[in-house]
């Protein structure tokens, strides 16, 4: 059946134009004028842009963390992403020392298979470099199409690699075309910093944040991009939250250097202030690294604007309240990491960045879409609105006001960190692969509908390194 979208207005990271979109066989078909003789199905889309589907390039779903797993599942987290606007979710799929690669992406499909309703794939997580693990990446590259590995330089004892896992990671990734991720903090510092506290009876959930400076973050973020410009390789810096880091990435750009960087929208509307909320309410903002003081913000959009961050990813890792984030009670490193956030990144990027004058239109779609389908190789499959690109399309009203809360949600957690943030800005309908996943604000999709996206790598290690990303 072909569909015909028709009088919306088309914006990409590049253009803004009034045009009609057909599509057939979950692909964009057609772009062009009076195309209505070719459709079964006509929808007016007068007033409405038609966006590309969001890419989130960063979702923990159905994760184990401190003692319990993530409230949203590949079900519940996609389809609240879905009414949110995103059509595309890259989740972290977590190893085990000693244990074979492909056991825990097995694992992983395992957790998504019939339950998501929009596409998604891996970054697979390394914490050890040895013979088994280099004998296995070529072929995790090449046949299940995971093409970014994520180190962690913090939770130590738990994720935490060190600089020498991190390098040879950086010289793998190298060699094969990889791209790879860090979440830059420096473990053992915090792991000082947060014993110390403890010790001295400060136990409550801002300390979670004053355990975490924006130093331990801009070192690593540092040390990161130091060592990507010496393997000669490539580099994500994932949740960058301080002008302190962002400064590292722009730095290390400056060079030269294949440095990238991500921030969440939880970074750029909440603040250091939320952690010291009363009655341990503090804790439902404890994420790694942690929220900053108010003027960071600023620093961030500037950051966005100026090119020294390219995506944003929302960093989904929700706990309740109740039950799940109250274990760190009596001892705030005990707070599960995370907040629910998959549903609203698009609507707060429009409505703050775009509604606000921070940034303009086009900027919206390359931060929260096309850069992050760029830099994971599924681009222009996803990330745009082009003939043969996917049919993953927001319909959106650019003029709906809303209020974020938790009784509205579809996130399956019992709160919502941007709990009365008011917003102007709503997708209405949302088709992935040219099926509607969202008609009219109703979930009308399938669990298990979203297909596993085997990505490209970040450049063909036959080819002299694209530069088209600069
Ligand atoms: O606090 C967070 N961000 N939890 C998820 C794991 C991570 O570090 O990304
Ligand atoms: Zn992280
Ligand atoms: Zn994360």
Known sequence: MKKLIKNGTIVTAADEYKADVLIENGKVSAIGHDLTKHADEVMD??????????????????????????ADDYETGTIAAAYGGTTTVL???????GEPLKDAIKEWHEKAKGKAVIDYGFHLMISEVNQEVLNELPSIIDEEGITSFKVFMAYKNVFQADDGVLFQTLLTAKEHGALVMVH?????????????????GNTDPIYHALTRPPEVEAEA???????????????????????DAAE???EARRKGYQVWGETCQQYLVLDQNDLAKPHFEGAKYACSPPLRESRHQEELWKALKMGHLHTIGSDQCSFNFKGQKELGKGDFSKIPNGMPTIEDRFSIIFSEGVKKGRITINEFVDLVSTRAAKLFGMFPEKGTIAVGSDADIVIFDPNIERTISADTHHMNVDYNPFEGLKITGEPVSVLSRGEFVIRDKKFVGKPGSGQYLKRQRYYSPLKIKETIFR
């Open 184 to 200: 830059a903090e420096n473990g053992d510092v915090i792991d000082y910093l947060v014993n110390k506290a403890l010790k001295e």
């Open 221 to 243: 973020t540092g040390r990161a991009a130091h060592l990507t410009g010496l393997a000669e390789s490539q580099l994500y810096v994932v949740h960058v939250t301080c002008s």
């Open 248 to 250: 590292k990435i722009a």
């Open 91 to 97: 989740d972290f799929c977590l190893t085990n020392k």
């Open 45 to 70: 889309a007068a007033g409405l842009y038609l966006f590309p589907g969001g890419v989130d390039p960063h979702t923990h779903l159905d994760m184990p963390f401190g003692g319990t797993v993530t």
